[in-house]
């Protein structure tokens, strides 16, 4: 079956129903998701947005804090945009019904690890399932935007697939839409459009342990890729410090805002030691954490370390963090007012994706993204905490802007697309295959391409991903595609660009540290890493 489009959106978070809802008055939209259309990393973020909300806050202090972050390779131009457009793009929010929690009338503010000030604006400890409620309200009312639930995407339609071959002769590549498999009924529907936003989010379920949801691999920084899109700073993965320890998969997550509430991260054995490893202590931005837990844990040979609330009120830990108290004393029988929360970090947001101006353009013509899978060049070398959601608010609103102009100027038309062709393949029900090798991949990436690395490790690595994919591809092309086959194509494709893009970079830099290269080098590797 095809479809056909104004607007393709690939993703159903923050960024991808936002785009849609700027572009619905231009066009009829498609919002194609992988499951419910609630499930996304929008939902799990407990966090907050941050933005500069108060007086003695500053657009300065809110870049500089972002550029710090960053260490060097945050591109101004984009922090810039961020910033300064952020506090509109929150208050549009608002205008849709987004319930931020407030106090005397005015929004409370939070503080997480490398802000200055207080800037996180936040809704209790469910801040992203309050925004996306409100964003699903808005597209549920509106009558232009169509959800397709259970759909996967499979491939980006470009010129390869153009019934006419002479297109194949362009310079320029396009996307004109998607194939995508219809879960429910077993089979691969055509969509095209002269305009496609991946929104499609990170890529934590490449990792063992990882905060994502298990919708979370890669798909479309693997099919951009193999579109021929310009991929960059992959080896920027970063773990989030505090994850609750033995809490299944995905992790559960305990907020950054914790730590700023007043949270001490302390060893087993009752010691703070974040004070060895940073000035701010617990409050230090999340590379800087999640390497000292790291080297903590490594160095005493223990499974966790603790976070301390318990010289906090109670009152005023279960009135700021309801959600994470309430899981954690009914879920795990764990009483956070009077116990220490056993935490570990866990595989939590990509920094590097598809390569996109500020504008959500991406190096393929008709292409755009938003959120997570893009790289605006915002984070650098590391994401400054609740900045995320601010990116995907920011840049889905610039390129929904772009997207308009591109589709009413020089968009041109739709080429007769071939559908997707099953035959020769085989059903397979070697279920084992695919969840056994997608296990693998995970465990590798955890051992060696984890939060601490080394030429040695990235090596073997590199040798294992290249095997694994000698051996997914060709059981691909012959079997018929299954949602957990696409999952596992994609997730070793991401696998191969963070190691390669890992094995470019000679130096240790925010989220990549290397025991090789325990240096900084601003002479050499001050710039992005591009996946060859």
């Known amino acids: 079956?095809?479809?056909?489009?104004?607007?393709?959106?690939?993703?159903?978070?923050?960024?991808?129903?936002?785009?849609?809802?700027?572009?619905?008055?231009?066009?009829?939209?498609?919002?194609?998701?992988?499951?419910?259309?609630?499930?996304?990393?929008?939902?799990?973020?407990?966090?907050?947005?941050?933005?500069?909300?108060?007086?003695?806050?500053?657009?300065?202090?809110?870049?500089?804090?972002?550029?710090?972050?960053?260490?060097?390779?945050?591109?101004?131009?984009?922090?810039?945009?961020?910033?300064?457009?952020?506090?509109?793009?929150?208050?549009?929010?608002?205008?849709?019904?987004?319930?931020?929690?407030?106090?005397?009338?005015?929004?409370?503010?939070?503080?997480?690890?490398?802000?200055?000030?207080?800037?996180?604006?936040?809704?209790?400890?469910?801040?992203?399932?309050?925004?996306?409620?409100?964003?699903?309200?808005?597209?549920?009312?509106?009558?232009?935007?169509?959800?397709?639930?259970?759909?996967?995407?499979?491939?980006?339609?470009?010129?390869?697939?153009?019934?006419?071959?002479?297109?194949?002769?362009?310079?320029?590549?396009?996307?004109?839409?998607?194939?995508?498999?219809?879960?429910?009924?077993?089979?691969?529907?055509?969509?095209t459009s002269r305009v496609v936003l991946l929104s499609t989010g990170g890529l934590g379920q490449v990792y063992l342990h990882t905060t994502n949801p298990l919708i979370a691999t890669g798909d479309g920084v693997a099919m951009a890729y193999r579109a021929g899109a310009t991929i960059a700073n992959m080896e920027f993965i970063q773990f989030h410090p505090t994850t609750l320890f033995n809490s299944g998969s995905p992790s559960f997550l305990i907020s950054e805002a914790v730590r700023g509430f007043g949270g001490i991260l302390r060893t087993q054995d009752g010691e703070e030691f974040m004070q060895a490893y940073d000035p701010r202590k617990s409050l230090a931005p999340r590379d800087i954490v999640a390497y000292a837990i790291d080297t903590e844990l490594k160095r005493r040979g223990e499974e966790y370390v603790l976070l301390d609330l318990r010289h906090l009120p109670a009152d005023e830990v279960r009135e700021h963090f309801p959600y994470i108290e309430e899981v954690c004393r009914t879920r795990f029988k764990l009483d956070i007012t009077r116990e220490p929360i056993p935490v570990v970090p866990a595989a939590h947001y990509s920094c590097g994706g598809v390569v996109t101006d500020v504008d959500g353009r991406t190096s393929i013509l008709g292409l755009y993204a938003a959120g997570e899978v893009g790289m605006t060049g915002v984070h650098g070398a590391n994401r400054l905490a609740s900045n995320s959601l601010l990116e995907a608010l920011v840049f889905s609103d610039r390129g929904a802007r772009a997207s308009v102009e591109y589709l009413r100027s020089s968009a041109p038309p739709i080429p007769s697309v071939r559908p997707w062709d099953d035959s020769g393949t085989l059903n397979s029900e070697e279920w084992i295959l695919v969840s056994h090798n997608r296990r693998e991949i995970q465990q590798i990436m955890w051992d060696y391409v984890g939060i601490v690395r080394s030429n040695h490790r990235l090596e073997?690595?590199?040798?294992?991903?290249?095997?694994?994919?000698?051996?997914?591809?060709?059981?691909?092309?012959?079997?018929?595609?299954?949602?957990?086959?696409?999952?596992?194509?994609?997730?070793?494709?991401?696998?191969?660009?963070?190691?390669?893009?890992?094995?470019?970079?000679?130096?240790?830099?925010?989220?990549?540290?290397?025991?090789?290269?325990?240096?900084?080098?601003?002479?050499?590797?001050?710039?992005?890493?591009?996946?060859?």
């Open 460 to 532: 073997r690595a590199l040798r294992r991903v290249e095997l694994m994919r000698n051996e997914v591809e060709p059981f691909y092309k012959k079997t018929r595609v299954t949602e957990g086959l696409i999952e596992l194509r994609n997730l070793v494709q991401c696998a191969e660009l963070i190691v390669r893009c890992a094995m470019q970079r000679k130096e240790s830099r925010g989220l990549h540290v290397t025991t090789d290269y325990r240096e900084r080098d601003d002479l050499h590797f001050l710039h992005d890493t591009i996946a060859e």
């Open 1 to 191: 079956m095809t479809y056909t489009f104004d607007f393709i959106v690939l993703g159903s978070g923050i960024a991808g129903l936002s785009y849609a809802l700027k572009v619905a008055p231009f066009g009829n939209v498609a919002v194609i998701t992988k499951k419910e259309r609630a499930e996304s990393n929008t939902n799990y973020a407990q966090g907050g947005v941050a933005a500069v909300m108060s007086a003695v806050d500053s657009f300065e202090l809110h870049v500089e804090d972002t550029l710090s972050t960053g260490m060097g390779l945050s591109h101004r131009d984009a922090v810039e945009v961020l910033v300064r457009e952020g506090p509109s793009r929150l208050r549009e929010l608002v205008e849709i019904g987004v319930q931020f929690t407030r106090k005397n009338g005015v929004l409370d503010l939070g503080r997480e690890g490398g802000h200055s000030v207080n800037r996180i604006v936040h809704a209790k400890d469910l801040t992203g399932r309050e925004i996306e409620r409100a964003l699903l309200q808005a597209v549920s009312e509106t009558p232009n935007i169509r959800v397709f639930e259970n759909h996967t995407a499979v491939e980006l339609i470009t010129e390869h697939h153009a019934a006419d071959a002479a297109r194949g002769r362009q310079k320029s590549i396009h996307c004109w839409g998607v194939y995508a498999l219809n879960s429910i009924e077993k089979r691969v529907d055509s969509f």
